[in-house]
Nanobody, 117 residues
Framework: QVQLVESGGGLVQAGGSLRLSCAAS????????MGWYRQAPGQQRELVAT???????NYAEQVKGRFTISRDNPKNTVYLQMNSLKPEDTAVYYC???????????WGQGTQVTVSS
């Protein structure tokens, strides 16, 4: 089993910052990509950012320049630094990891981020 524990969500005013963390534990053999997704009420889950083991990153257009994803490979932890937050960033943020051995996908339980105007 693999467990993902997220932390760092909360309520913040527009223009503020939050930092999300997600630590993976359990039967982890080879994590490839780690990432963050979000889901606002009534909407589909969408990509926020991903990062590979080698550090290559990918961001959704609406967060580029404001959010930064990073990871600590020895700790199997991924972070999302969110700056200049906007009310439209309000959503439940989910951590995701993709492992190669065996090929499998895992999700965290989600953490609420609320940005007030």
């Amino acid at each position: 089993q693999v467990q993902l524990v997220e932390s760092g969500g909360g309520l913040v005013q527009a223009g503020g910052s939050l930092r999300l963390s997600c630590a993976a534990s359990g039967n982890i053999f080879k994590i490839n990509t780690m990432g963050w997704y979000r889901q606002a009420p009534g909407q589909q889950r969408e990509l926020v950012a991903t990062i590979t083991t080698g550090g290559s990153t990918n961001y959704a257009e609406q967060v580029k320049g404001r959010f930064t994803i990073s990871r600590d490979n020895p700790k199997n932890t991924v972070y999302l630094q969110m700056n200049s937050l906007k009310p439209e960033d309000t959503a439940v943020y989910y951590c995701n990891i993709y492992m190669l051995l065996p090929p499998s996908n895992y999700w965290g339980q989600g953490t609420q981020v609320t940005v007030s105007s």
